[in-house]
Every structure is written in C-alpha cells, then in structure tokens.
C-alpha cells in the first residue's frame, strides 16, 4: 500500500515532536498516525534538539556550510569515533543526514569543497623538497592511498601527490628526485648488476605497500564491524 504524503504545519510537527519528548508516543506511532516515513520523524526531532522548536519551520533557502566544517564533519565520519551518519550531522548542526552523505560522495571522488568567498579548499601545486615528498608519499600510502586528504593535509595540489606515489612504486625514492634540467643523455650507463638490485628493490617495496594496504583493510574492517554493532 503506497504511503499517502501529508503536509504538515509548523504546529503539528512541534506538537509531535513534544509528544514523543514526552515519551507519550514512540516514533513508529506518530509515522504510522501521520503516515509519514519514520526517517522523517527522527529528522525532526533532530532538527528540533539542534535548533529548538525554530528548526521545524519550513526553509525557503539552503543553509551555507564553510568548507573546513564540511571537511571536519567527513574526517569524524571517517575516524569512526564519533558514530554514524546521524550522530555526526547531530554534532554539527545539520539538517539532515544526507547533507553529510553528499559531502562524504564529493570527498571519496576528491571534488573540491568550494569556500564561500568562492575558492578552492583545496591547494594549488607548490614547490616541494625531496624529503617533503618522500614524507608526504609515505603518509599518503598509510592512509589508504587517499589522494585528495594527503593533498589538503600537506597544501598540495591532487595530481602532485597522485604523480609522486607512482613515481614511488616504480622507482622508490629515487624517483621523487628533481631531474628537471637534466639531459637525458647524460645518465650513467646501468650495469646488469645495478638493474637487478633496483628490480629487487622495487619488488620489496611493492610487497611492503601490499603489507601496509592489507593491514589498513583489516582496520577498515574492524571499524565498520564496531560501527554496525553501534
């Protein structure tokens, strides 16, 4: 049976939501009564332990959020400290939970959040030092390979990160070094023995990253287990 949609007034939303305050009624009731969806029951009575009774008036325009609000609300969704989508649009004033889920979808495909004066939050390429790209490619593979978080974290544009980390698994470090201005003529001929302890030596490395990726996945996995038992 289809749910008939009913329009509610700002008085009969405030006057359900009291009552379910009240522990008067539960929230399967009051969707059932009102023939509502319970999500959009325990969205307001959300909005009203956010806002007050105000947070139940109709909205005529979308809220702003600053970028660095956007970013700390995914980051605490993300370390899973926290709880679930709810939880988390709770602690920082959402209106509703799929305002975070939007958010989460523009991360995980490493879209900007735009700044209200209009910029990007996040950085444009920089000039780097060896040892700076070798730390940031580092914390870039421990961290899931996550591009974009590595980017804003250490002020640097996307694609450089995504350029180094590649560079690193084909070449190591020596493949974070600087080779602008020099000629490719002017490259040492490589014996066998150098090309076979290089060989080696990427091997292990590939290993290593595999190591450190599996062990993120068991984390991973161990923080969506604990979050579906909350």
């Known amino acids: 049976m289809s749910r008939r949609k009913m329009k509610l007034t700002f008085e009969e939303r405030l006057a359900l939501v009291e009552r379910y305050l009240r522990n008067e009624v539960g929230i399967n009731s009051l969707a059932k009564e009102v023939q509502v969806a319970i999500s959009t029951i325990k969205r307001w009575i959300i909005l009203y332990e956010n806002e007050g009774p105000i947070g139940l008036l109709p909205t005529k325009k979308n809220k702003s959020y600053s970028a660095e609000l956007k970013l700390n609300a995914v980051h605490d969704y993300l370390a899973g400290e926290y709880g679930g989508l709810g939880a988390i649009a709770k602690k920082y004033g959402l209106r509703n939970k799929s305002q975070l889920e939007d958010w989460l979808k523009v991360y995980n495909t490493h879209r900007n959040f735009k700044l209200e004066s209009g910029g990007s939050y996040m950085s444009?390429?920089?000039?780097?030092?060896?040892?700076?790209?070798?730390?940031?490619?580092?914390?870039?593979?421990?961290?899931?390979?996550?591009?974009?978080?590595?980017?804003?974290?250490?002020?640097?544009?996307?694609?450089?990160?995504?350029?180094?980390?590649?560079?690193?698994?084909?070449?190591?470090?020596?493949?974070?070094?600087?080779?602008?201005?020099?000629?490719?003529?002017?490259?040492?001929?490589?014996?066998?023995?150098?090309?076979?302890?290089?060989?080696?030596?990427?091997q292990e490395r590939r290993i290593k990253l595999l190591e450190m990726e599996n062990d993120l996945l068991k984390k991973v996995s161990e923080l969506e287990r604990r979050r579906d038992l909350n």
Do not use: F
């Open 124 to 202: 444009k390429s920089r000039k780097t030092t060896l040892n700076e790209r070798i730390e940031i490619v580092h914390y870039c593979i421990v961290n899931g390979r996550d591009y974009g978080e590595t980017a804003i974290q250490y002020q640097v544009s996307y694609q450089q990160v995504r350029n180094w980390v590649l560079k690193y698994d084909e070449m190591g470090e020596k493949g974070l070094e600087d080779r602008r201005g020099h000629r490719s003529g002017s490259k040492l001929a490589r014996t066998p023995e150098e090309e076979m302890r290089d060989k080696l030596a990427r």
